[in-house]
């Protein structure tokens, strides 16, 4: 049973066309890669995924529910949330500062337990960002920055993880940590790798989708991991 289905999706900018009818499928619990040129389309199939830009047509189904015409919150509720390229940290808050913006996404102004739950989830899983907990985000480094970025998106509790080329610019070790971190979360979280890293995605994904020119040809291999069921919100990272 697949987690995420695209059917004949397209998306772009204004009038410009830059994923041209993608069409395929990923089963909950798997790791995928889509891999391609700069300019290929990775970064805007990721975004339309996440509703962070809108499909200029087709359908977007995710766990048996159609979510093409879903915004970013919506989706979000849903068990999808995105990891931007850039990481788009909040630079003038502190670590704990932007692991708790995520309770407005609950419409809470106050953590609950469920909130402390997937904090302490998030410090066991990226120790040094619980050593920087008040430091500014803007004076971490690189690898500290994208753990946070990591963790801001899990303190959601996703289903469906997008990364969108979560090794940029970090050093080896750095990348090592993440391929760690994200490896013992596979069980609980389907992740899809837009990455240029060979090592993040042998470590990380067992099948990946080519994209050229914004179009998607066929993915060669089959995930070697077993698929993992879906899991609601209360079984997901907490």
């Given at each position: 049973?697949?987690?995420?289905?695209?059917?004949?999706?397209?998306?772009?900018?204004?009038?410009?066309?830059?994923?041209?009818?993608?069409?395929?499928?990923?089963?909950?619990?798997?790791?995928?890669?889509?891999?391609?040129?700069?300019?290929?389309?990775?970064?805007?199939?990721?975004?339309?995924?996440?509703?962070?830009?809108?499909?200029?047509?087709?359908?977007?189904?995710?766990?048996?529910?159609?979510?093409?015409?879903?915004?970013?919150?919506?989706?979000?509720?849903?068990?999808?949330?995105?990891?931007?390229?850039?990481?788009?940290?909040?630079?003038?808050?502190?670590?704990?500062?932007?692991l708790?913006?995520?309770?407005?996404?609950?419409?809470?102004?106050?953590?609950?337990?469920?909130?402390?739950?997937?904090?302490?989830?998030?410090?066991t899983?990226?120790?040094?960002?619980?050593?920087?907990?008040?430091?500014?985000?803007?004076?971490?480094?690189?690898?500290?920055q994208?753990?946070?970025?990591?963790?801001?998106?899990?303190?959601?509790?996703?289903?469906?993880?997008?990364?969108?080329?979560?090794?940029l610019?970090?050093?080896a070790?750095?990348?090592?940590?993440?391929?760690?971190?994200?490896s013992?979360?596979?069980?609980?979280?389907?992740?899809?790798?837009?990455?240029?890293?060979?090592?993040?995605?042998?470590?990380?994904?067992?099948?990946?989708?080519?994209?050229?020119?914004?179009?998607?040809?066929?993915?060669?291999?089959q995930?070697?991991?077993?698929?993992?069921?879906?899991?609601?919100?209360?079984t997901t990272?907490?």
């Amino acid at each position: 049973m697949s987690d995420l289905s695209l059917r004949d999706v397209s998306a772009g900018y204004g009038g410009l066309t830059v994923v041209h009818g993608a069409t395929f499928a990923v089963r909950a619990g798997e790791g995928v890669g889509v891999v391609g040129p700069n300019g290929a389309g990775k970064s805007t199939l990721l975004k339309v995924i996440a509703g962070a830009l809108p499909t200029q047509r087709g359908s977007i189904t995710f766990a048996g529910e159609a979510v093409e015409r879903r915004g970013a919150a919506q989706r979000v509720a849903r068990g999808i949330a995105l990891v931007p390229e850039g990481r788009q940290i909040i630079r003038d808050l502190t670590v704990q500062g932007n692991l708790d913006i995520t309770l407005l996404g609950r419409r809470r102004i106050t953590a609950d337990r469920r909130h402390h739950e997937r904090l302490d989830t998030i410090y066991t899983l990226f120790p040094r960002l619980a050593d920087r907990r008040r430091v500014r985000g803007g004076e971490l480094s690189g690898g500290e920055q994208q753990m946070l970025a990591i963790g801001r998106a899990l303190m959601c509790g996703p289903r469906l993880l997008l990364l969108d080329e979560p090794s940029l610019g970090l050093a080896a070790p750095v990348v090592t940590q993440l391929i760690e971190a994200l490896s013992s979360i596979r069980s609980q979280v389907t992740l899809i790798l837009a990455e240029h890293s060979t090592a993040m995605l042998d470590g990380l994904t067992g099948r990946r989708l080519e994209i050229r020119m914004g179009r998607i040809s066929a993915s060669p291999g089959q995930d070697r991991r077993p698929a993992m069921p879906a899991m609601n919100d209360h079984t997901t990272v907490k």
